[in-house]
């Protein structure tokens, strides 16, 4: 085998992997659960020299080192969607956030909007023909990948090996640092805080799951509302899957046979996804699997790709909603809190779909019920992430608005029927004054 030569002389400790990193540069990093933490130890652990390295990257777990104040200076970090290990960076102005469609982020790489200099990435071992996989994602990092001057590898025998659009073969590698080295999980039972939160997610998913029909493409975003929405459906036939993202709840509805992708328009019999976000049940169940097939988001989130799906169901959640229809999903008030990520995406692939649905669930209060999630307006500083022209369906524990096609005052109507009965009055009062008492006057 030619390529194990090659794979010898590039292998590196992770100090010396990351000398390869020069001031100056900007360094894309594997996000979700194949953040390559011990490379990224390293390139801090060994930054004295090093000044205005910008660090790039979606949503990862585990360490942020360059993120850290100490580290202002030697690293910058720019967010295409800002995670919890980064949002206070980003709000403090130590780092950047750059707003921008998931889908379209390969294109910032592709066209050299933001050339690539440096891939840090968490890959399986090579197979006997020399090629790794990205494992459990794929998204914007194989495209950076692609085009980066330097690509340095965990090689990490705990990266699943999946299939698709998912391979690098090992002459594309420059460096490689062999790590045995758990995946970062994402467990969803831990991230409910009481029995109460568990109930409204349960009651959510229920509502959800009363729109989806036998034979429905079902794509799912990010938290506790997607898993309840799954737990909900075993009484469901042949649904199919085509998201940008999953996690564990798929697995039992694979194996009690809801999950078939039978009745797929686009790729029957597969399961389409750029990432996953679980546990290691989930890496080892997607593990030279022929049921999963990876693409790159630019395919998974790519609007007129997910309108091919007849029945397309999109699920995507939101921090507010107001009266109109307008939804904040990425920040509270001023403060950024995630990014677009793929809810656009989705959303507008599921409402150009034959039959699609596309859905926007919201809890109907923050703060120990202390907030309306359901507002007049949406709060001072906050962005619309998805415009009133896209939604349509809107759930709540409360139940199912359907604001497609509908006035502002029977946009309004609906919305505070599934808002929390202790609101209410006071949004049916803002109705009142703000659309009748004009309309007298």
Not at 131 to 147: M, N
Not at 359 to 370: L, Y
Request: charged share 25%; glycine share 8%.
């Amino acid at each position: 085998m030619k390529w194990m030569d090659s794979y010898n002389s590039k292998l590196r400790t992770p100090e010396e992997a990351v000398k390869a990193i020069k001031s100056g540069m900007r360094v894309y990093v594997h996000p979700g659960c194949a953040t390559p933490e011990v490379l990224l130890h390293a390139m801090c652990e060994n930054s004295e020299h090093l000044t205005n390295v910008e660090v790039i990257h979606i949503l990862t777990l585990g360490i942020t080192p360059y993120s850290d104040q100490k580290m202002e200076g030697r690293f910058r970090h720019n967010a295409l969607f800002i995670g919890a290990n980064v949002r206070k960076a980003v709000n403090e102005g130590r780092a950047d956030y750059t707003p921008i469609f998931l889908y379209e982020i390969p294109n910032l790489f592709y066209k050299g909007i933001l050339p690539i200099d440096v891939s840090i990435i968490n890959v399986s071992p090579p197979d006997k023909y020399g090629f790794c996989s990205y494992g459990v994602g794929i998204e914007t990092t194989k495209p950076a990948t692609e085009v980066a001057k330097i690509v340095i590898a965990q090689i990490n025998p705990n990266q699943p090996r999946t299939l698709g659009d998912s391979f690098i073969h090992i002459d594309k590698i420059d460096y490689c640092v062999e790590v045995d080295k758990p995946l970062n999980e994402l467990k969803y039972e831990e991230r409910l805080k009481s029995p109460e939160d568990q109930e409204m997610y349960l009651q959510i998913g229920k509502h959800i799951s009363g729109l989806i029909e036998d034979g429905s493409t079902l794509q799912t975003g990010i938290g506790a509302i997607p898993e309840a929405v799954m737990s909900h459906l075993f009484d469901k036939k042949d649904l199919g899957i085509h998201t940008e993202m999953f996690s564990d709840g798929v697995i039992k509805l694979v194996e009690s046979g809801v999950i078939t992708n039978e009745k797929k328009t686009l790729h029957p019999g597969k399961i389409i996804t750029s990432f996953v976000l679980g546990t290691k049940k989930l890496f080892d169940f997607i593990d030279n699997n022929p049921l999963f097939e990876f693409h790159p988001s630019q395919y998974t989130n790519d609007p007129f790709i997910i309108a091919q799906n007849d029945n397309m169901v999109a699920i995507n959640s939101a921090i507010e909603i107001d009266l109109t229809g307008q939804v904040c999903a990425d920040s509270i008030g001023p403060v950024f809190y995630s990014g677009f990520g793929g809810q656009l995406d989705f959303i507008r692939g599921a409402s150009r779909s034959k039959g699609g649905k596309p859905i926007i669930a919201i809890p109907a209060t923050a703060r120990n019920g202390k907030v309306s999630r359901i507002v007049p307006y949406l709060s001072k500083g906050a962005g619309v992430t998805t415009t009133k022209g896209d939604v349509h369906y809107v759930v709540t524990e409360y139940g199912i608005a359907d604001l497609y096609g509908k006035t502002l005052m029977q946009r309004a109507k609906s919305l505070i029927n599934i808002a929390h009965p202790d609101f209410r009055e006071e949004l049916d009062r803002f109705v009142t004054e703000r659309y009748l008492k004009k309309v007298l006057v």
